[in-house]
């Protein structure tokens, strides 16, 4: 009898076939994206700052961030390593800015779920109000100087010492990382604004660092460069990207919101809003928070705004390090304390208050008595004028 030998069955060979060429193409696709990964590491490295007032940060601030990376990625020409955003010092005085103090703090919550931006609070530490330029200029050195103090593989993270708006992995190579400005089309044109802009700091900007403009409704930057001989002249160094979902939301348009009472949920982060909340930043009752009466935890700023006069006693770094720290979980220190000497009309007095009160309609300034006789005589010599609703 003739044994009858018996096949693998005719579907299982196929499928291992199938196996094989699967195993082949993974191997391949590895292949290919291991060689994606090598020719990305060998384009030109850049990083974005975006200088403003961030009062508050709003979706649109961070968007214009990934909108930036989008574009360079997508067109394969450079390697996006970080993105800083660098409010602006309070001196700057613009109508609607918080404390440095509490911009910071908004972006360091803002900037929570991104793992690329970061915030820089050099610009608010310094003694004055910095040009953009010499903003640029001071991220671009310190970079530089990162880059050239450390071989490949030296450990980022482990650095305690270094500024923490630095983007990580920067010794990966010794490349050098082009920080390029970043900003809306409004701000472009605000270089038109007669007295604003040093046409020296124009030209260096574009010159040697470079700027990505997203496009912004009101704004034609397309037009406005075709306008300018400096910004013609160098406009390989100026990468216009169009917005094309754009959205009109602005820290303009959150504060009116605000001060209105009208609700500004899902047009700013949660938790930024939630700190606004909190700190009374931009609603009608923070209108009469002067200095004076702010509470302690925000006093490094006070001595900002009074020309550092007492910013030698105490270490501001410290300070805003410290206070940034609360900012991340919220804390309950930052909540008014026994000691918190803010308060306004409609809310219950607090113990040891003194209300003045002169007419209805009219806001009403309230100062807590303060224990020590000092502080109170320099709180009511800042005291606020009564304001006509
Ligand atoms: N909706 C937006 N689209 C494009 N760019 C924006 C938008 N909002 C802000 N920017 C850009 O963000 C940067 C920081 O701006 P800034 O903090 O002054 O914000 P803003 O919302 O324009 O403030 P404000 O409303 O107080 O003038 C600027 O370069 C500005 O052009
Ligand atoms: N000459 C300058 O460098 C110059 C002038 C005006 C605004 N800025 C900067 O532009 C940013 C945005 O300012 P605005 O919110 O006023 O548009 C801020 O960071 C501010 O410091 C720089």
């Given at each position: 009898?003739?044994?009858?030998?018996?096949?693998?069955?005719?579907?299982?060979?196929?499928?291992?076939?199938?196996?094989?060429?699967?195993?082949?193409?993974?191997?391949?696709?590895?292949?290919?994206?291991?060689?994606?990964?090598?020719?990305?590491?060998?384009?030109?490295?850049?990083?974005?700052?975006?200088?403003?007032?961030?009062?508050?940060?709003?979706?649109?601030?961070?968007?214009?961030?990934?909108?930036?990376?989008?574009?360079?990625?997508?067109?394969?020409?450079?390697?996006?390593?970080?993105?800083?955003?660098?409010?602006?010092?309070?001196?700057?005085?613009?109508?609607g800015?918080?404390?440095?103090?509490?911009?910071?703090?908004?972006?360091?919550?803002?900037?929570?779920?991104?793992?690329?931006?970061?915030?820089?609070?050099?610009?608010?530490?310094?003694?004055?109000?910095?040009?953009?330029?010499?903003?640029?200029?001071?991220?671009?050195?310190?970079?530089?100087?990162?880059?050239?103090?450390?071989?490949?593989?030296?450990?980022?993270?482990?650095d305690?010492?270094?500024?923490?708006?630095?983007?990580?992995?920067?010794?990966?190579?010794?490349?050098?990382?082009?920080?390029?400005?970043?900003?809306?089309?409004?701000?472009?044109?605000?270089?038109?604004?007669?007295?604003?802009?040093?046409?020296?700091?124009?030209?260096?900007?574009?010159?040697?660092?470079?700027?990505?403009?997203?496009?912004?409704?009101?704004?034609?930057?397309?037009?406005f460069?075709?306008?300018?001989?400096?910004?013609?002249?160098?406009?390989?160094?100026?990468?216009l990207?169009?917005n094309w979902?754009?959205?009109?939301?602005?820290?303009?348009?959150?504060?009116?919101?605000?001060?209105?009472?009208?609700?500004?949920?899902?047009?700013?982060?949660?938790?930024?809003?939630?700190?606004?909340?909190?700190q009374?930043?931009?609603?009608?009752?923070?209108?009469?928070?002067t200095?004076?009466?702010?509470?302690?935890?925000?006093?490094f700023?006070?001595?900002?705004t009074?020309?550092?006069?007492?910013?030698?006693?105490?270490?501001?770094?410290?300070?805003?390090?410290?206070?940034?720290?609360?900012?991340?979980?919220?804390?309950?220190?930052?909540?008014?304390?026994?000691?918190?000497?803010?308060?306004?009309?409609?809310?219950?007095?607090?113990?040891?208050?003194?209300?003045?009160?002169?007419?209805?309609?009219?806001?009403?300034?309230?100062?807590?008595?303060?224990?020590?006789?000092?502080?109170?005589?320099?709180?009511?010599?800042?005291?606020?004028?009564?304001?006509?609703?």
């Open positions: 009898m003739i044994a009858k030998i018996s096949w693998p069955n005719h579907n299982i060979t196929s499928a291992a076939c199938r196996w094989i060429g699967i195993y082949k193409d993974r191997k391949k696709s590895r292949k290919m994206s291991a060689f994606i990964e090598e020719t990305k590491s060998l384009l030109p490295r850049i990083a974005f700052i975006a200088c403003g007032c961030f009062s508050p940060p709003t979706p649109m601030h961070l968007r214009m961030f990934e909108i930036a990376r989008d574009h360079f990625e997508m067109q394969g020409t450079h390697r996006v390593v970080g993105g800083i955003i660098s409010p602006t010092h309070d001196s700057y005085g613009k109508k800015l918080a404390s440095s103090l509490d911009r910071c703090a908004m972006v360091k919550l803002a900037t929570q779920s991104s793992n690329w931006i970061r915030l820089s609070d050099w610009e608010v530490h310094q003694n004055q109000w910095m040009r953009t330029q010499a903003v640029l200029q001071h991220h671009q050195n310190y970079i530089n100087n990162h880059i050239n103090s450390g071989g490949p593989g030296g450990d980022d993270e482990q305690t010492h270094l500024a923490g708006w630095l983007p990580r992995g920067l010794h990966e190579s010794r490349d050098p990382v082009r920080l390029k400005l970043l900003c809306g089309g409004d701000l472009l044109e605000s270089f038109a604004v007669p007295g604003l802009w040093a046409e020296a700091d124009i030209e260096d900007i574009v010159a040697n660092h470079g700027l990505v403009v997203i496009t912004r409704a009101g704004s034609n930057p397309g037009k460069i075709f306008d300018s001989d400096i910004l013609t002249k160098y406009q390989n160094n100026i990468t990207i169009t979902v754009p959205n009109e939301v602005s820290s303009s348009l959150i504060r009116r919101l605000l001060g209105r009472g009208q609700s500004v949920k899902y047009l700013l982060d949660d938790l930024v809003l939630e700190y606004i909340k909190r009374r930043l931009f609603n009608f009752k923070s209108k009469y928070i200095d004076a009466v702010r509470p302690n935890h925000l006093l700023n006070h001595a900002y009074d020309n550092n006069q007492n910013a030698s006693s105490y270490s501001v770094s410290d300070q805003l390090e410290q206070d940034m720290d609360e900012s991340d979980t919220p804390s309950p220190q930052l909540q008014h304390t026994a000691t918190s000497r803010v308060f306004c009309c409609g809310e219950a007095t607090l113990r040891g208050s003194k209300m003045q009160r002169s007419g209805p309609g009219q806001a009403v300034q309230v100062i807590t008595m303060q224990a020590d006789e000092k502080e109170e005589s320099q709180a009511k010599k800042k005291k606020i004028s009564q304001v006509q609703l």
